[in-house]
């Protein structure tokens, strides 16, 4: 960590929370908040950790009609960058990353905070695809760096759901350097 400078990660739903409990020891950042069902067991990386029930198709919705208090009170209080991540699709990352993007639009200073997301390859089905696509361009007018995972399998040949979220972790840890 740099000297003096302050960095938070946000993860929003459960692959989210799978991404730290795998890399977070390889990620330079201050803190780090856990939005999810499911408390992250065994690891020993300080963290902070918020219940959100996922319910597949209903969690997008449900995040829209009550986002946790407590996530909105981290992110208008941290002090420095603010990195958000999620998987995009139909669960409660999708929509608590979009109902993060409208907060932020509220706040004087949104260009320290920024948004990082996947979303799923076609062989998951049309309607997670077209809701990851539609959430990823309402926020575009926000820092967001956001790919579809089957841009990632071009010249790679893969065709396994885990290849593909394989490639999607390899492409958030570069953007997470």
Excluded at 2 to 28: N, Q, V
Excluded at 126 to 148: C, F, G, K
Aim: neutral net charge; glycine residues 8%; charged residues 30%.
């Amino acid at each position: 960590m740099k000297k003096g400078r302050k960095r938070h990660l946000i993860t929003l739903g459960s692959f989210g929370c799978h991404f730290f409990t795998t890399f977070g020891k390889e990620l330079d950042f201050d803190s780090f908040t856990i939005v999810n069902e499911i408390q992250p067991q065994d690891i020993d990386i300080p963290f902070e950790f918020i219940f959100f029930p996922e319910k597949k198709l209903f969690s997008s919705i449900t995040a829209k009609k009550k986002m946790p208090q407590r996530l909105k009170d981290i992110l208008i209080n941290l002090d420095g960058q603010i990195v958000i991540l999620a998987a995009l699709g139909f669960g409660s990352g999708n929509g608590l990353y979009e109902e993060v993007g409208k907060l932020i639009r509220t706040f004087d200073d949104q260009e320290r905070l920024q948004f990082v997301s996947i979303r799923p390859p076609e062989m998951e089905g049309r309607y997670p695809v077209e809701i990851a696509n539609m959430v990823a361009l309402e926020l575009t007018d926000l820092n967001q760096r956001s790919v579809s995972l089957d841009s990632l399998k071009i010249g790679y040949g893969y065709y396994r759901l885990e290849d593909y979220y394989q490639k999607g972790d390899e492409w958030i840890l570069k953007q997470l350097k």
